[in-house]
T-cell receptor
Framework: DQQVKQNSPSLSVQEGRISILNCDYT??????FLWYKKYPAEGPTFLIS?????DKNEDGRFTVFLNKSAKHLSLHIVPSQPGDSAVYFC?????????????????FGQGTILTVHP | DSGVTQTPKHLITATGQRVTLRCSPRSGDLSVYWYQQSLDQGLQFLIQYYNGEERAKGNILERFSAQQFPDLHSELNLSSLELGDSALYFCASSSPGEKLFFGSGTQLSVL
């Protein structure tokens, strides 16, 4: 049961243009969403996150949009740069309780390979 | 550098064998998580430890076990290995309410 889905295995974009990566989820309990970036031979690195109480979060060139009714989130990168070429993972979580916020049990999508051409 | 250290980086072994993967979390982080990334399954949560105690469990096989030691490092033990266990195993650590920081992973190849 794939609770978090990234339906596009790959995306190719020209440098300077916008990259839009999409993610859909099915579990209504998810209330915290993250994007991670992964380069070859490295572990995933955190990029940006959004809580379910918001519908947009921005950090420099990266903006994440959340549409709760559609159970959909997207990551916009503007402008795209060749160094952004990597695998992007969408992840979701919810507070598992146990005496405090615990967002470490992440459910990841399959990832989207972004290639930004110079 | 995430501050999370995993050893070894690569491990090649045979079916039926047992291996141990090691993880040292970031300084100050009490939580350690183990994830498995295989070609057909993506990144899957295996297990979480918090200050030495098991906190959450995911799709971890009974042949796999983990522990977190008093110095907070963690080990993931994989036994009776099968070809399908070949994967990239990531360790991550965090402080409460904080995002996860991942190590660079251990690539396990079972031949």
């Amino acid at each position: 049961d794939q609770q978090v889905k990234q339906n596009s295995p790959s995306l190719s974009v020209q440098e300077g243009r916008i990259s839009i990566l999409n993610c859909d989820y099915t579990n209504s309990m998810f209330d915290y969403f993250l994007w991670y970036k992964k380069y070859p031979a490295e572990g995933p690195t955190f990029l940006i996150s959004i809580s379910s109480i918001k519908d947009k979060n921005e950090d420099g060139r990266f903006t994440v949009f959340l549409n709760k009714s559609a159970k959909h989130l997207s990551l916009h990168i503007v402008p795209s740069q060749p160094g952004d070429s990597a695998v992007y993972f969408c992840a979701a979580s919810y507070d598992v309780g146990a005496g405090g916020t615990s967002y470490g049990k992440l459910t990841f999508g399959q990832g989207t390979i972004l290639t930004v051409h110079p | 550098d995430s501050g999370v250290t995993q050893t070894p980086k690569h491990l090649i072994t045979a079916t039926g064998q047992r291996v141990t993967l090691r993880c040292s979390p970031r300084s100050g982080d009490l939580s350690v998580y183990w994830y498995q990334q295989s070609l057909d399954q993506g990144l899957q949560f295996l297990i979480q430890y918090y200050n030495g105690e098991e906190r959450a469990k995911g799709n971890i096989l009974e042949r796999f076990s983990a522990q977190q030691f008093p110095d907070l490092h963690s080990e993931l033990n994989l036994s009776s290995l099968e070809l399908g266990d070949s994967a990239l195993y990531f360790c991550a650590s965090s402080s409460p309410g904080e995002k996860l920081f991942f190590g660079s992973g251990t690539q396990l190849s079972v031949l």
